[in-house]
């Protein structure tokens, strides 16, 4: 007679998996929310970073023509010459066009600003004047 031996193969239990699954959940809780807000940081990052490109162009831009661009002539006098100003103009001032702020919304430009020559607002997350957080607007000093 022979026997039969019966040779248990290892592997996971259901509960075991269960267990790991409530880990990893647990975890993404914890990790996604801060992950996601980092995310919104990078964003006013970069809100500033392209206003602070706007002022060097449109230093350069003060520098040739003797003047910044009107709030009419607004942000796109740095990629094309204003008729006001073309003999003077010695643009483009931007590699490329004029970018919308990180949120998909278009930057204002009005010259004179409330505390200088000129003032570049993003509006911020939400696309409205004031707000908090990723919704606060962005304005160049």
């Known amino acids: 007679m022979r026997k039969i031996l019966h040779v248990?193969?290892?592997?996971f239990t259901l509960l075991e998996l269960l267990v790991v699954i409530v880990i990893i959940g647990l975890l993404a809780a914890y990790v996604g929310p801060k992950y996601f807000s980092q995310l919104g940081k990078s964003e006013v990052t970069v809100a500033h970073a392209q206003i602070d490109a706007f002022e060097k162009s449109l230093d350069t831009f003060?520098?040739?023509?003797?003047?910044?661009?009107?709030?009419?002539?607004?942000?796109?006098?740095?990629?094309?010459?204003?008729?006001?100003?073309?003999?003077?103009?010695?643009?483009?001032?931007?590699?490329?066009?004029?970018?919308?702020?990180?949120?998909?919304?278009?930057?204002?430009?009005?010259?004179?600003?409330t505390k200088g020559d000129y003032v570049i607002v993003s509006?911020?997350?939400?696309?409205?004047?004031?707000?908090?957080?990723?919704?606060?607007?962005?304005?160049?000093?």
Do not use: C, F, M
């Open 123 to 141: 509006l911020g997350k939400d696309g409205q004047p004031g707000g908090s957080g990723e919704d606060a607007d962005i304005s160049s000093p």
């Open 62 to 113: 003060r520098l040739d023509v003797g003047r910044y661009p009107s709030t009419d002539e607004g942000l796109i006098a740095l990629v094309t010459a204003p008729p006001a100003a073309a003999a003077k103009w010695n643009g483009p001032y931007l590699k490329k066009d004029i970018p919308l702020d990180p949120w998909g919304h278009p930057y204002q430009y009005h010259a004179p600003g």
């Open 8 to 11: 248990q193969q290892p592997g």
